[in-house]
């Protein structure tokens, strides 16, 4: 395991896969690095590589208005994707994009330690959860791994283009929050 400088140094010059080819930036991670609750997204879209920090677009005004529902903040989560580089057109990233980056964000996990780990859509669910997951069906339940809470909602970018999934989220942050103060998560901290 690499320690924080290392790893940042390490994922900034990448070259793993043909993603390194077409970014701008790489899209490491924001946020505290001993949050207690990490949001994990698919990959950076086009603003994202172009500022080099994950959900600026419009998904990430949506990410920071779900967060203030449950009195979160970027500043109170670590907010990263399973791919750290921008696939072309924003196309899914592939396995093979995957399994190169997937080790970066295993070890922000490992450093960061979170309780949480909520996952933003239905390609980080199959990555981190389960790979027969199904978003549609099991967004807003929770599974335990090695001692870590997890849980996937619908992305921002889903809830953008179809906004008749939004109570259904609206349930599922219910759920977040809930367990969040189960866990005396920050800001819930009794």
């Not at 994202?48 to 600026?56: R, T």
């Not at 922000?108 to 199904?134: E, H, Y």
């Not at 967004?139 to 791994?145: A, I």
């Not at 997890?150 to 809930?178: V, W």
Request: aromatic share 6%; hydrophobic share 35%; net charge neutral.
């Amino acid at each position: 395991m690499q320690n924080w400088e290392g790893l940042e140094y390490s994922c900034s010059n990448c070259t793993k896969c043909g993603l390194c080819q077409t970014r701008n930036h790489v899209v490491f991670g924001v946020g505290p690095r001993d949050a207690d609750v990490m949001f994990i997204g698919e990959g950076p879209g086009e603003q994202e590589d172009l500022k080099g920090e994950p959900f600026v677009g419009p998904a990430g005004k949506l990410l920071d208005d779900m967060l203030s529902i449950i009195d979160l903040s970027r500043e109170s989560c670590y907010i990263a994707n399973i791919v750290k580089c921008r696939p072309p057109h924003n196309r899914d990233p592939l396995d093979a994009e995957q399994d190169a980056c997937i080790g970066y964000l295993r070890n922000q996990v490992a450093l960061i330690k979170p309780k949480i780990i909520v996952c933003l859509g239905r390609i980080s669910a199959t990555r981190l959860i389960r790979p027969d997951f199904r978003i549609t069906r099991e967004h807003g339940t929770w599974t335990e791994r090695n001692g870590i809470w997890m849980s996937a909602i619908y992305h921002p970018s889903a809830l953008l283009r179809d906004p008749s999934k939004r109570p259904e989220t609206f349930e599922d942050l219910l759920t977040l929050r809930q367990k969040l103060r189960e866990l005396g998560c920050k800001p819930y901290t009794v």
